[in-house]
């Protein structure tokens, strides 16, 4: 158990709907990076949060936004949802210093979702 | 940006048996982290190795960050050691925080 908990484990949708998947850190941990892991693409990085902060971003789309909370949990919002939106999204978290330096990262469970 | 590159990609092998799982880098890297994905789709992390060798019971690791590379020794395989294993590094960039190889799926044969 790496001590990051992402819920739900599942989620079945529809084309043009909207999810929430929800990240708590591991106690300590003050950054969350969320990725997602589709067949076609593999593991590509989304976007980072340090403190609250928006912290570095990647090949997020624009239909996708994310925020963390004062007490650190993380949640990623997908909408407009497409068939290709169905992938595994994993969050992690990792104790973080210097905004331009990586640090060992942590995996959650990951959260399945499938657009139907 | 930084590219990764894992070989082999696929690795089919005995109970058993041993094996060498490697991770390019184009540029240097000053971290680079190990992860094992179960069948169940579970990130399991392995070694965060920025340099050096570590070992962890049947696992052991070595990256040697001046050439570009490091290296995932898997000895006496279980059944248990099958699915992707991805090495993971620093993109160097915002955009590209991490970068993640491709992997390299391993099914270990009772």
């Known amino acids: 158990d790496s001590g990051v908990t992402q819920t739900p484990k599942h989620l079945i949708t529809a084309t043009g709907q909207r999810v929430t998947l929800r990240c708590s850190p591991r106690s300590g941990d003050l950054s969350v990076y969320w990725y997602q892991q589709s067949l076609d693409q593999g593991l590509q990085f989304l976007i980072q949060y340090y403190n609250g902060e928006e912290r570095a971003k990647g090949n997020i789309l624009e239909r996708f936004s994310a925020q963390q909370f004062p007490d650190l949990h993380s949640e990623l919002n997908l909408s407009s949802l497409e068939l290709g939106d169905s992938a595994l999204y994993f969050c992690a978290s990792s104790v973080e210093g210097e905004a331009q330096a990586t640090y060992e990262q942590y995996f959650g469970p990951g959260t399945r979702l499938t657009v139907t | ?110």
């Open chain 2, 1 to 110: 940006g930084i590219q990764v590159e894992q070989s082999p990609p696929d690795l089919i092998l005995q109970e058993g048996a041993n094996s060498t799982l490697r991770c390019n880098f184009s540029d240097s890297v000053n971290n680079l982290q190990w992860f094992h994905q179960n069948p169940w789709g579970q990130l399991i992390n392995l070694f965060y190795i920025p340099s050096g060798t570590k070992q962890n019971g049947r696992l052991s690791a070595t990256t040697v960050a001046t050439e570009r590379y490091s290296l995932l020794y898997i000895s006496s395989s279980q059944t248990t050691d099958s699915g992707v294993y991805f090495c993971a590094g620093p993109g160097y960039s915002s955009a590209s925080k991490i970068i993640f190889g491709s992997g390299t799926r391993l099914s270990i044969r009772p």
